[in-house]
């Protein structure tokens, strides 16, 4: 009898391994070269649009992004979602201007293109530049990149150095701007009350544990009781000296200081921040930038504005298209034009409030500013006994519904939500009050601490950082999405509900007993800054149950993939969750 070989010394798996593994490194070599070489090696030239033809008097949007990967995170863009977005706008008419004609504008009195949109990338990224960079080629857009001027220089290849940046005006797609000298944090204190002081970004990555800061220029140095430990003549030294490094650094490496800076962090200038502090900032700012992005939030700035107090939106990784396209329309007042996606599909769907768009296998449900978007299922009000099989894709903080057995007429309906990691059980009957039936919160979600949505930059005082963080859980960061698998079975007087294939609400009764099935998308206000809520439903399948007329259920509507479509998806999907990894590991 043959001995069985020790696997260690299987030579031949071994070089299998190793063939398999240098295929799938080359491939991804080749992947990376071939941006490499694209961001390298442009030759294609920005075409200059025909200022002749621009009549606009009124204003323009401004819109940054943090930064762009080749895959979504809390807070990268995915690439191929900016070319949605960016799409989108190019869809709408808008065109893409350069710093010199806010200048013309505000100045000069020259008018803008109907409309007109300022293209910032902030954070010196490199690989912002990597995946922006084919798109402003596509659709002939211009956009800022912004930088740091403390990462020029320092070799940390994440960042763009000076060479870089010279060579991307060349082709005419970029200009330049800063977001300031530093990225660092002071008068720190954390949950519990505990005073830390100050840490540049890079000390402090893991900010979980952090409750109340400030950024270096937007206040005096304080001790752990809140007492200023420098006069006004020093705290002025310290703010102007951070503005000279800037100026000092920008003009050895580039030849220049960037026309337009945008203040770590906004809203803050100008706005409820010590006088003084202000005073010296505005002072430094004037004498170094020709413009000043001071404001987040709002899109839109009018002809009225100030050169020195402009406003962006800084559109987040999660937003889908509609997302954005909702968003300006709430800034400019202006009519936009939604994107719908797979028309086959929107045909089976009646639009109650908000937008849609059918993308691939899914549904995104953007609702309106402040209110619900909602879909009702065509005709499903003949069919009371459902099964709805999704995956609900959606941010953590936020609701993603279903309703069913609803009667819009006699606003009657039975509710089931996934709000905040929670699923609610609801029930309205005509004329009656809403009722919860079933309250059920799901398993704690993962995140990554340093995928935090980090927003508490303010101004404070003592007895705040004593009280430390508030008592309550104040829930999970607005910028966390995750899946999760749902089943809903209703038939007769009976409602079951699996989430991720457990079962959570189990032959719950119920007394309606006709109505179709609707989608709805509401934001939370936990997110403080967005009223605007992207409802996903994957994969989704809606049958109706065989009852007494029907021996057999009917498929009202299907989303998921199925034959040699799914097959493609899947392999797709593993091809790119590959390529992210070895991204990652090598």
């Not at 007109?116 to 990597?130: P, Q, V």
């Not at 609400?505 to 119920?510: A, G, P, R, W």
Request: hydrophobic share 35%.
């Amino acid at each position: 009898m043959k001995a069985k070989q020790n696997p260690v010394l299987d030579y031949r798996k071994k070089d299998r391994k190793k063939k398999i593994r240098t295929v799938w490194q080359l491939v991804i070599l080749l992947f990376v070269g071939i941006l490499v070489y694209q961001g390298a090696f442009d030759t294609q030239q920005y075409e200059q649009p025909d200022r002749s033809q621009w009549h606009n008097e009124k204003g323009f949007i401004a819109l940054s992004y943090f930064g762009v990967g080749r895959s979504g995170t809390p807070k990268l863009i995915d690439k191929e979602l900016l070319d949605e977005h960016l799409q989108a706008l190019r869809k709408q008419g808008y065109v893409t201007i350069s710093q010199q004609d806010i200048l013309d504008f505000y100045q000069k009195k020259r008018p803008l293109p109907e409309k007109a949109l300022f293209l910032a990338f902030e954070d010196g990224r490199n690989d912002s530049h990597l995946f922006a960079q084919p798109l402003l080629e596509k659709y002939n857009y211009k956009a800022t990149a912004l930088t740091y001027a403390n990462k020029m220089g320092n070799s940390d290849n994440k960042f763009l150095q000076p060479k870089d940046l010279l060579g991307m005006q060349k082709n005419g797609f970029w200009e330049l701007g800063s977001n300031g000298y530093r990225l660092t944090y002071i008068n720190i204190f954390d949950r519990d009350g505990q005073f830390i002081g100050i840490k540049d970004e890079n000390e402090l990555s893991v900010k979980t544990n952090i409750e109340y800061y400030n950024h270096y220029l937007m206040d005096f140095l304080r001790d752990s009781n809140m007492i200023p430990v420098e006069d006004r003549t020093q705290m002025e030294a310290r703010i102007t000296q951070d503005y000279r490094l800037m100026k000092d650094i920008y003009t050895e490496q580039l030849g220049f200081v960037p026309q337009v800076y945008m203040i770590m962090h906004a809203n803050t200038l100008y706005q409820g921040m010590n006088r003084l502090v202000s005073d010296v900032n505005d002072a430094n700012i004037r004498q170094l930038f020709a413009m000043h992005f001071n404001r987040e939030g709002n899109a839109y700035n009018t002809s009225e504005d100030n050169l020195y107090n402009l406003t962006r939106v800084q559109a987040a990784p999660y937003w889908y298209t509609n997302h954005l396209l909702m968003k300006i329309q709430k800034d400019t007042k202006q009519k936009v034009k939604f994107v719908l996606g797979d028309e086959q599909h929107a045909a089976k769907w009646e639009r109650m409030g908000g937008a849609e768009e059918f993308r691939e296998n899914s549904i995104v449900l953007t609702s309106p500013p402040g209110g619900s978007g909602m879909l009702y299922l065509r005709d499903s009000e003949q069919y009371p006994d459902l099964r709805v099989i999704t995956k609900l894709e959606g941010n953590v903080v936020g609701r993603q519904a279903i309703y069913l057995r609803y009667d819009r007429k006699k606003d009657s309906f039975i509710r089931l939500l996934l709000e905040n990691n929670e699923v609610k059980l609801e029930e309205k009957q005509a004329g009656g009050k809403l009722v919860e039936l079933a309250k059920v919160p799901l398993s704690e979600i993962q995140w990554k601490p340093e995928d935090l949505a980090y927003d508490k930059a303010t101004v404070y005082n003592k007895a705040q950082t004593e009280q430390g963080a508030p008592k309550e859980d104040p829930g999970y960061p607005i910028n966390i999405q995750h899946t999760r698998q749902l089943e809903i079975t209703l038939s007769k007087k009976h409602l079951t509900v699996s989430v991720d294939k457990k079962v959570v609400i189990d032959s719950q009764e119920t007394t309606l007993d006709s109505g179709g099935l609707a989608l709805e998308s509401r934001y939370s206000e936990q997110n403080k800054k967005d009223d605007i809520y992207d409802a996903v439903f994957t994969d989704m399948s809606v049958v109706a149950l065989a009852d007494g007329t029907s021996s057999t259920e009917t498929v009202l509507f299907r989303s998921e993939y199925a034959g040699w479509d799914k097959v493609v998806y899947t392999s797709k999907k593993a091809v790119s969750a590959v390529i992210d990894w070895v991204i990652e590991t090598f």
